[in-house]
């Protein structure tokens, strides 16, 4: 069992809470397959929890390493961008497809997934073993998932329609990618 505490190990205990992140994404994504939004909101949680843990564990027993780093960004990908974006479409979208603006649409998915993978391969560049920056420049990909998971929320309620969420996605996908300081837990 000493490979859950060997930096070197692609399975020390930091990479195993990163792919649990993936597991819990892919599970989301079935949920979401099977318009089961309630079990598919769970697991994308799910993965956030082990988003933060698996920082915290890289930090506090220094297994930090660039696959590490690499993974993570991987796993923040399916989780907090695909995950959310597909949410997005099958809980509100699915459907009204020729009803809703179809260029609205195709514009904010294809812009949010790009603007996600974009912020997430800048910050793998930017990224140092072991450190952790201050403040994140531009809105983190869990917070993006976040808001658009608020989005959902408020459209459930009738005060906004569909043609809005999709704008603020493309807001949100913006803001991925914008110099606006956030400060890190």
Do not use: C
């Not at 992140?21 to 994308?44: D, P």
């Not at 799910?46 to 993570?72: C, H, M, P, W």
């Not at 597909?86 to 497809?97: H, L, N, V």
């Amino acid at each position: 069992m000493t490979f859950l505490f060997n930096k070197n190990s692609h399975f020390n205990l930091a990479n195993l809470a990163t792919f649990f992140n993936i597991a819990a994404g892919m599970f989301a994504i079935y949920f979401l397959t099977h318009n089961n939004f309630f079990a598919s909101a769970l697991f994308a949680w799910l993965a956030g929890a082990f988003d933060i843990v698996d920082g915290k564990i890289a930090r506090k027993y220094n297994l930090s390493t660039e696959f590490g780093i690499q993974l993570d960004s991987f796993a923040d990908f399916l989780s907090f961008v695909i995950v959310p974006t597909m949410f997005i479409f099958f809980a509100i979208i699915d459907g009204k497809e020729l009803v809703l603006n179809t260029p609205l649409i195709i514009f904010a998915f294809i812009f949010y997934v790009i603007s996600g993978l974009r912020r997430l391969i800048q910050f793998n560049i930017n990224a140092q073993e072991g450190e952790v920056e201050k403040y994140f420049t531009g809105v983190p990909t869990p917070l993006g998932a976040i808001l658009l998971w608020i989005s959902y929320l408020v459209w459930l309620t009738g005060f906004i329609n569909e043609e809005i969420v999709l704008l603020f996605m493309i807001v949100v996908g913006y803001l991925l990618n914008s110099k606006i300081k956030i400060k890190h837990p």
